[in-house]
Nanobody, 124 residues
Framework: QVQLVESGGGLVQAGDSLTLSCAAS????????TSWFRQAPEKERELVSA????????YYRDSVKDRFTISRDNAKNTVYLEMNSLKFEDTAVYFC?????????????????WGQGTQVTVSS
């Protein structure tokens, strides 16, 4: 089992920055990718960003490219999502998730473990 705990959310104004953290514990293997999802009220959950174990492969949805940066520190078992130039449309509950995966980097897969989420609210 893997436990994931998100932190770093909050209430900010448009244009501000936040950095989310996803701390993992438990049976952590060097075969997983970690992704950030978000879900706004009455909206479907969507993939925001993903990163491979090595950190050499990343994915960003178009709406956050050039604003968000995903990174990881495996020594701390933590993945980060730096969010800059936040917009009202970024308001959502942000979840981190882990998918065990060997070989090709594929963020569009079913995820094995999920965190509880952290709220990000951006005022306009």
């Amino acid at each position: 089992q893997v436990q994931l705990v998100e932190s770093g959310g909050g209430l900010v104004q448009a244009g501000d920055s936040l950095t989310l953290s996803c701390a993992a514990s438990g049976r952590i293997l060097r075969t997983y990718i970690t992704s950030w999802f978000r879900q706004a009220p009455e909206k479907e959950r969507e993939l925001v960003s993903a990163i491979s174990w090595s950190g050499t492969s990343t994915y960003y949805r178009d709406s956050v490219k050039d604003r968000f940066t995903i990174s990881r520190d495996n020594a701390k078992n933590t993945v980060y999502l730096e969010m800059n130039s936040l917009k009202f449309e970024d308001t959502a509950v942000y979840f981190c998730a882990v998918a065990y995966q060997i070989g090709e980097f594929r963020p569009d897969v079913n995820y094995d473990y999920w965190g509880q989420g952290t709220q990000v609210t951006v005022s306009s």
